[in-house]
């Protein structure tokens, strides 16, 4: 059975740091790209940050430099670091693993990240 499972998120004021966790079973974890999106209210959600098997790694413009996306293949794991918060960063976090050759791609149940002082 597919999971991935969310945490770290939670309420902290701007400038702050939080890391988000993305803990993955049921699949082959080191072959899928791992993404993290997000979605704040009466928005779309929206990409944030991705990095694929080979750990090449893309961001979003608005956190460009403040985020960081790491993994851990050992462990089944990805990571969002995320430092400078802003208000503007509140939304709740999803997790994402995709692999293109098969199409697939699977979903976490997401954490909200609130910014706020």
């Known amino acids: 059975q597919v999971q991935l499972e969310e945490s770290g998120g939670g309420l902290v004021q701007p400038g702050e740091s939080l890391r988000l966790s993305c803990a993955a079973s049921g699949f082959s974890f080191p072959y899928y790209t791992m993404s993290w999106h997000r979605q704040a209210p009466g928005k779309e959600r929206e990409l944030v940050a991705n990095?694929?098997?080979?750990?090449?790694?893309n961001y979003a413009e608005s956190v460009k430099g403040r985020f960081t996306i790491s993994r851990d293949n050992a462990k089944n794991t990805a990571f969002l670091q995320m430092n400078s918060l802003k208000p503007e960063d509140t939304a709740v976090y999803f997790c994402e693993a995709s692999r293109s050759v098969t199409d697939t791609h699977y979903w976490g149940q997401g954490t909200q990240v609130t910014v706020s002082s």
């Open positions: 990095i694929t098997s080979i750990n090449m790694k």
